[in-house]
Structure formats: C-alpha cells, structure tokens
C-alpha cells in the first residue's frame, strides 16, 4: 500500500525557515517523481513544486510565488522528500501536501497518491 | 501560466442525477488534465488522468473526456459519498496550475 507520511509543520514567524518532510512507503521511491501541493485555509489548491527522479536528473521546478525560497529535494536511500522553506510570510499559510507523481508513456507526469498534509501557519 | 477555469464553481444536484463540470484552459494543454475530489478536511483524492484516463480503484461512474482547452468531469448516479469539491489540473506546461474548484452540494 502506498503511503505518503508529512511532518515537520507548525508555528513560524515571518521571515523565518521550516522544512517539511514526507516519509513514503509501498513503492520504490527512487522511481517516482515527487511534488508539493498547498491549501490555504477555505481556498483552493496550489501547485507548489516537483522533483524529478534521478532517472531524469532529479531536477526541479516551482510555482513563481515560492522560487527562490523554496527548495524541494530527495533522499532515495530514506524515501524521503523534503521541502525546505525559507523567508517565510504570512502567505505560505497553509496545509501542505506531499504528492508522488508517476511519468506514465504518452500521459506526462500524474500525481497518483497524496499524503494527509501538514499544517504550517506563518505567524508572529 | 495556464489559467484553469472551472464552471459552475457551485453545483447543487441530488442523489442519483448526472452531473457534468467543465474545465477550459488559456491554452491549448494536449490532454495532460487531471481531476480531483476532495472532501471537507480531507487530502484530495485522483480520479482522473490524461483528460479521461481513470486512477486506479475509481470508479467507472466517473468520466472524463476533452483534449485542447476544453474538458469535463461527469459522474453518474449521484451517491452521497460523491458531494465533495472537485479540482482540474492541467500537467502540460510548469508551473501546473489548478482550476478554482466546484462544490457539489446535495440539493
């Protein structure tokens, strides 16, 4: 069964750093692309970033709200994606959801599996 | 970026009818488009890929179809399981972008 576990939100002052975690299990992570979808309180769904498995260079791309302050990377040896978070503002507000993304033939790059979200509230 | 623009944003129907959402891009996105739903306080769920492709475990009540800039999501047979708020997503062109969502509420 695939599992995508996030930690690591919380309470953080503006201008300050997080960084988020997502621990996967059920499936060779190694294999899967991974990315960053985020909800603020009573809106919609943002695309935050991606990473692509190192079969395709483990290379990045991110939403331009978040370039330049965010950072998402991999650790294959632990299943784990990360989101660092940097310079953080009131905006970032919101419930943050881990996602795999599984390069399918002739489909493009599909989120198939969510994690349940972790709660980061940028606030002084 | 691509916009996403669903329609209606709201929707109330009851259990048992067929509902149809629409989703049209700014521009032409192949047919890399993704549908979601989601229910209150809850991570979102894939349905749907590739404009008509279903997940696994979705079921075939669920439809989509569409290529360009125009698609849609139509669910048949409307249970109450199935009022939720429901999400497309066009995958063609980073940054991917999200519809606003609709609310399907039951009537």
């Known amino acids: 069964e695939v599992q995508l576990v996030e930690s690591g939100g919380g309470l953080v002052q503006p201008g300050r750093s997080l960084r988020l975690s997502c621990t996967a299990s059920?499936?060779?992570?190694?294999?899967?692309?991974m990315s960053w979808v985020r909800q603020a309180p009573g809106k919609g769904l943002e695309w935050v970033g991606f990473v692509r498995s190192k079969a395709y260079g483990g290379t990045t791309e991110y939403a331009a709200s978040v370039r330049g302050r965010f950072t998402i990377s991999r650790d294959d040896s632990e299943s784990i994606a990360y989101l660092q978070m940097n310079s953080l503002k009131t905006e970032d507000t919101a419930v943050y959801y881990c996602?795999?993304?599984?390069?399918?033939?002739?489909?493009?790059?599909?989120?198939?599996?969510w994690g349940q979200g972790t709660l980061v509230t940028v606030s002084s | 970026d691509i916009q996403m623009t669903q329609s209606p944003s709201s929707l109330s129907a009851s259990v048992g009818d067929r509902v149809t959402i629409t989703c049209r891009a700014s521009?032409?996105?192949?047919?890399?488009l993704a549908w979601f739903q989601q229910k209150p306080g809850k991570a979102p769920k894939s349905l749907i890929y590739?404009?008509?492709s279903l997940q696994s475990g979705v079921p075939s009540k669920f439809s989509g179809s569409g290529s360009g800039t125009d698609f849609t999501l139509t669910i048949d047979s409307l249970q109450p399981e199935d009022f939720a708020t429901y999400y497309c997503q066009q995958y063609n062109t980073f940054p991917y972008t999200f519809g606003q969502g609709t609310k399907l509420e039951i009537k």
């Open positions: 996602t795999r993304v599984n390069g399918i033939a002739v489909a493009g790059w599909v989120v198939d599996y």
């Open positions: 590739a404009a008509s």
């Open positions: 521009q032409g996105i192949r047919n890399y």
């Open positions: 059920g499936f060779t992570f190694g294999d899967y692309a």
